[in-house]
């Protein structure tokens, strides 16, 4: 059982270049998330999708554009990547009928240059 | 503000002792209290959740006390191991629009020396 994959592990982009995050999950949940993690910061919010075809805001949206392509799928677009989306990137995904636990993946390291 | 406050920032713990983690919120919606487990190099892990209608959940040598009152919940790690040495994250959490929004703690670092 994969769990949630992410691509790629790593990353290095130059400034105002784009890229996807690519995440799937096969657990067969509704909620799939993308956060950030930062030192010192914890993890933060960007976006998140409650079911296939909805997607919202989390707490740090600006720079990023996401699509929810299928209920397995989960992407993360950077359409001109900044220096400051230098981070850590974590998919994850929720059943709510499970007691609401979210399963993370391994993360995407990216650095922007 | 900071709706989630989690001390201490880092620890250090012998071999055998207890490790205490705390976290304060702000928000009275959250009824959802869990502590996440992350090794270097991986993605956060559920270690243990509490809801808030019970005070205290323990889980082997992990126990989550609750008071609801004082707006806290803490992690206590009983018999600490190397293997515990990790961070930890509270991420306390409540039933938002069609998805169950956490929100986290900026980290514990725990050190366990033999």
């Known amino acids: 059982n994969a769990g949630v994959t992410q691509t790629p592990k790593f990353q290095v982009l130059k400034t105002g270049q784009s890229m996807t995050l690519q995440c799937a999950q096969d657990m067969n949940h509704n909620s799939m998330y993308w956060y950030r993690q930062d030192p010192g910061m914890g993890l933060r919010l960007i976006y998140y999708s409650a079911s296939e075809g909805t997607t919202d805001k989390g707490e740090v949206p600006n720079g990023y554009n996401v699509s929810r392509l299928n209920k397995r799928e989960f992407s993360l677009r950077l359409e001109s990547a900044a220096p400051s989306q230098t981070s850590v990137y974590f998919c994850?995904?929720?059943?709510?009928?499970?007691?609401?636990?979210?399963?993370f993946g391994e993360g995407s390291w990216l650095t922007v240059v | 503000q900071q709706q989630v406050k989690q001390s201490p920032q880092s620890l250090i713990v012998q071999k055998g002792g207890i490790s205490i983690i705390n976290c304060a919120y702000e928000?009275?919606?959250?009824?959802?209290f869990p502590w996440y487990q992350q090794f270097p190099g991986k993605g956060p892990a559920l270690l243990i959740a509490?809801?808030?209608?019970?005070s205290e959940k323990k889980e082997g040598r992990f126990t989550i006390s609750f008071n609801k009152s004082a707006k806290q919940f803490s992690l206590h790690i009983m018999d600490s191991q190397p293997g515990d040495s990790a961070t930890y994250f509270c991420a306390p959490g409540y039933s938002g629009a069609g998805s169950y929004q956490l929100t986290f703690g900026k980290g514990t670092k725990l050190s366990v020396i033999p």
């Open positions: 928000n009275t919606a959250f009824d959802y």
């Open positions: 994850a995904s929720q059943d709510r009928g499970s007691g609401n636990t979210i399963y």
């Open positions: 509490i809801r808030p209608d019970v």
